[in-house]
């Protein structure tokens, strides 16, 4: 893999994911060829990106990852409080 990404440094899917680190708008641009569920355990997100495409995201909300506390558990760099003060600044 690490082969494929030094040919072809553009590419993105599922499986690239677990390899590099992609700038949100890298990722956002791809959003319908990738896994939500993949981006969110591999990618550094933030509250905005979390809040956006999987909080607020009509086909994602249900799914079982799609909550506070699994998202903090694997997105390390978001606080539960900082993610719970921005959901109740939407609210306001």
């Known amino acids: 893999m690490k082969e494929m990404l030094e040919t072809n440094p ?12 992609y700038p949100l708008d890298r990722i956002e641009q791809n ?18 990106f979390v809040i956006k495409h999987i909080l607020l995201d ?3 909300m ?14 390390k760099n978001i606080s539960k409080n900082d993610l719970e003060a921005a959901i109740k600044l939407l609210d306001e």
Not at 62 to 75: G, H, P, R, V, Y
Request: charged share 15%.
């Open 31 to 48: 959003l319908s060829n990738l896994s939500i569920y993949q981006i969110l355990v591999t990618q550094d997100l933030t509250i905005d």
């Open 58 to 60: 009509p086909d994602v």
């Open 62 to 75: 249900d799914e079982s990852f799609a909550n506070i506390n699994t998202i903090c558990f694997l997105q």
């Open 10 to 21: 553009n590419l993105i899917n599922n499986t690239t994911l677990f390899y590099k680190k």
